[in-house]
């Protein structure tokens, strides 16, 4: 089944044109990893599929829902608001900046949009964020308040506030890049930890490794436009475009 499908996206930031274009399939259960220069326009694209953004062109289906479309016209149009969240509701994003609450320790950080815009009941949120803390190895540190913790553990809790809205697909925009390099590696755990556990993810990263070894599908961007997509091996083995041949040198 499709869990994502994008058709010839299309963003423009005032006169400069950022997507040009954009399609893409995802898969239940698939790993895309999406790598590129800085610019690219990477970013934009995952803004754009939950609506921190908005497109100018084309159509957004998730799950067999339609997020936006064109108009006999071709002018872009949304669901109803109402309805336009419902299908957001349905994707988690962990950004590179953590954006946890610093004023909440991390167990409200975890249940208050579940209680606050779900509407589920405290009893009930209380042992799925911590079940959800067990996961990503930070249980015991439920009651602390963010400023307490390091950045791979904020991360980490960021990852866990996402999941607590039970969502289908998880984005990720480059989510260890604002970590020193030894926290890196427990962050990827958990993301890895969950591509094992079938999560669909999309996932924006400089980390090559992580990409080759995690993702089913490497989409590399350039300039508004998918330029090469294939398995890992393709892309980091046998890449066919020169853009992409140069970008992976580069990141050598
Ligand atoms: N809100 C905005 N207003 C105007 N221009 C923007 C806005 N957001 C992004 N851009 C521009 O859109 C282009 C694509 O940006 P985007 O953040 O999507 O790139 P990226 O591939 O994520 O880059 P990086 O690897 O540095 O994160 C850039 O030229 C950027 O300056
Ligand atoms: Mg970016």
Same mark, same amino acid.
């Given at each position: 089944m499709n869990m994502l499908r994008l058709n010839n996206i299309?963003?423009?930031?005032?006169?400069?044109?950022?997507? $040009?274009?954009?399609?893409?399939?995802?898969?239940?259960? !698939?790993?895309?990893?999406?790598?590129? /220069?800085?610019?690219?326009?990477?970013s934009t694209l995952l803004r754009c599929l939950n609506r921190l953004e908005v497109i100018d062109q084309g159509t957004i289906e998730i799950e067999g829902e339609i997020l936006a479309t064109e108009d006999t016209?071709? $002018?872009?149009?949304?669901?109803?608001?109402?309805?336009?969240? !419902?299908?957001?509701?349905?994707?988690?994003?962990?950004?590179?900046?953590?954006?946890?609450? /610093?004023?909440?320790?991390?167990? +409200?950080?975890?249940?208050?949009? /579940?209680?606050?815009?779900?509407?589920?009941?405290?009893?009930?949120?209380?042992? !799925?964020?911590?079940?959800?803390?067990?996961?990503?190895?930070?249980?015991?540190?439920? +009651?602390?308040? /963010?400023s307490r913790l390091s950045g791979g553990q904020k991360q980490r809790v960021a990852i866990a506030r996402a999941l607590a809205m039970k969502p289908d697909i998880m984005l990720f925009d480059e989510p260890t890049s604002a970590l020193d390099p030894e926290l890196t590696g427990e962050v990827l755990k958990a993301m890895r930890q969950l591509a094992l556990e079938h999560m669909t993810m999309i996932v924006v990263t400089h980390e090559m490794a992580f990409a080759r070894e995690v993702a089913q599908r490497v989409i590399f961007m350039d300039n508004g436009d998918i330029v090469e997509e294939g398995t890992p091996e393709q892309i980091f083995n046998n890449p066919q475009q020169p853009r992409t041949q140069a970008f992976l040198k580069s990141m050598l």
């Open positions: 299309h963003k423009k930031f005032n006169h400069l044109e950022v997507l $040009k274009g954009i399609s893409l399939e995802v898969s239940q259960g !698939e790993v895309v990893a999406i790598i590129g /220069p800085s610019g690219s326009g990477k016209e071709g $002018k872009c149009q949304y669901v109803s608001e109402q309805k336009a969240r !419902e299908i957001c509701f349905k994707m988690g994003m962990v950004f590179q900046q953590f954006n946890l609450f /610093p004023h909440m320790t991390v167990i +409200d950080n975890i249940i208050e949009a /579940p209680m606050l815009v779900k509407g589920i009941k405290k009893d009930i949120i209380i042992p !799925e964020a911590e079940e959800l803390l067990k996961k990503v190895g930070l249980f015991e540190k439920k +009651d602390s308040y /963010p």
